[in-house]
């Protein structure tokens, strides 16, 4: 930099900041001050970046640095007037604000264009220190200005390391990201560096997208800024790297409704499809990030629509039977979210083999995670709920998994097949018989005793609905210690005791069946029934009046005056 140059520089970058110190002060034209404000801050960040920079030898500063100075120079007369209320009139001055507002814009840009022609050398290319953990607002609000000035007019190698440092402090401080959403067009920069031509830049900007969209609040920014077409643009055709932070940070806004149709407008379904639809193999990330997205937007029934028009089913199928568990996972709740509440897409989801898959996952001999099999498990029930389900799901082995599980199982997964025996149960009479030749209700009865009473309650419901049925009625009261359970179960004094309803409406259905009568007054518990009768209420005394009944009148009668 030139001898004459860089005191002038000097010169200016003290001035600036004496201004901003000024406006402070000044409580007329508030509003019109503090953009004034914006703009020298945004001056002063660029021009403090270039301080100690050389530029190219056929290249002088001097003619801006002048404009620049002759501008200040206006602005201080104004301020002072301002400051003592000793203008003319309030919309001359309005206006000469406006002009001077206008001045700096240009000087901006200006500046702006000078350092786009890349006329900083390479040895300048150095970010400011960070400040320390308890840097004041103005330290942070300084620090990201400086980044600012770095990203608007340094080299390429230089945005890329403002964009690092950048990364860093937002990753790790939150009052980074607050500073850097009140600062005019840093935002506005990052999402044009989506598009521009470095692939590391491009990456690094969608980064801190990604990350200030981690943010609920900050979200509006960014849809303000315009960043959903230039997020779309980056996953069709931005590196992998940056595909994938432009899909989360999509994920992310994405969680409000509002914004799918302005990711649908701009070809934001069509471009997540091909994601999904391509080769995956080393793209895991990337695809089960795009399901996750797509998982948003189908809420709104024409993308549901269109994405099932493309064939979406059948890829999403497919991509549920890779060995890669985020995508499974991923692709099996889009499937149960696209089914919600649609009997067409629960159909053509059987029909492309959908079932079939999310029992496989189910298979014990499979070594698939707990939660990809929840997700099984869940899906099953949302999407099975046809009249030829049942079918389907004995031929592919689902009871037989269910009760595999239900028997040597983890708590976590016994958990989740007593859900399912429950629900299987309740769909229809047929499913009980068949349940029942099964040998689930020997497998329900031990879990009577369960330490969980959410366990006990599922089994004893799933118990009541299955003895309704005689069949099943008749083998229940073939094994002594079924009927022994749940006389135990009614016993006050038992610590696991509860769901007395439930058990009560077992034995109901159980008196239906002369050997089940046999059984209960001769087990030794009848004592617990009768309780119950003073106690409880009609169940069980209606219980007890059918025991009574008949030939066993004459037993409990001498049971009772013994």
Known sequence: MGEVEKPTLQQTILLISSLISLSHSIRVFSTKWQSVRYKLDELFSSLTAVENCEFSEDFSLSITLESILLTLRSCHELANRCLTVSFSGKLLMKSDLDILSAKFDTHIKSLSDIYSMGLLTQNCALVVSRPSVSASRDDIKFYINDLLSRLKIGSTDMKKQALFAFNEVIKEDERYVKVSIEIDSLISLLVNFLDFHDSEIQEEAAKALCLIAG???????????????????????????????????????????????????????????????????????????????????????????????????????????????????????????????????????????????????????????????????????????????????????????????????????????????????????????VMGDAGFMQVLVTFLDSKSFEIREIAAETLSNMVIVPKNRKRFVQNDQNVGMVLQMLDPM??????????????????????????????GYLKNIEKLAEVEGSDAQKIVRKLSCNRFRSILNGLWHS
């Open 215 to 433: 943010f609920q609040c900050y979200k509006s920014v960014l849809i303000s800024a315009g960043v959903i077409s230039p997020l779309i643009r980056v996953l069709a055709c931005g590196s992998e790297l940056s595909k994938e932070f432009a899909a989360r940070c999509l994920m992310k806004v994405s969680e409000n409704s509002d914004n799918a149709w302005s990711i649908s407008a701009h070809g934001g379904v069509t471009a997540l499809l091909k994601i999904c639809g391509n080769d995956f193999d080393n793209r895991n990330d990337l695809v089960g990030l795009a399901c996750g997205v797509l998982r948003n937007l189908v809420g709104v029934e024409e993308i549901k629509r269109f994405m099932v028009e493309e064939g979406a089913i059948s890829e999403f199928i497919k991509l549920a039977r890779c060995k890669d568990e985020v995508i499974q996972i991923n692709s099996l709740d889009l499937l149960q979210t696209m089914a919600y509440g649609d009997e067409s897409i629960k159909e053509m989801i059987i029909q492309g083999g959908g079932i079939r898959t999310f029992v496989r996952i189910l298979d014990p001999k499979s070594s698939f995670s707990t939660k990809t099999r929840e997700v099984a498990f869940r899906g099953i029930v949302n999407i099975c709920c046809l009249e030829n389900s049942l079918n389907l799901l004995v031929n592919y082995g689902f009871l037989d998994h269910i009760l595999y599980f239900l028997r040597s199982g983890d708590i976590l997964v016994q958990e989740l097949s007593l859900k399912a025996a429950f629900w299987l149960c309740g769909t229809s009479t047929e499913a009980k018989k």
């Open 494 to 523: 038992k610590a696991n005791s509860g769901n007395k309803k439930l058990l009560l409406s077992i034995l109901m259905s159980l008196t239906n069946s002369n050997s089940a009568r046999k059984k209960i007054v001769n087990s």
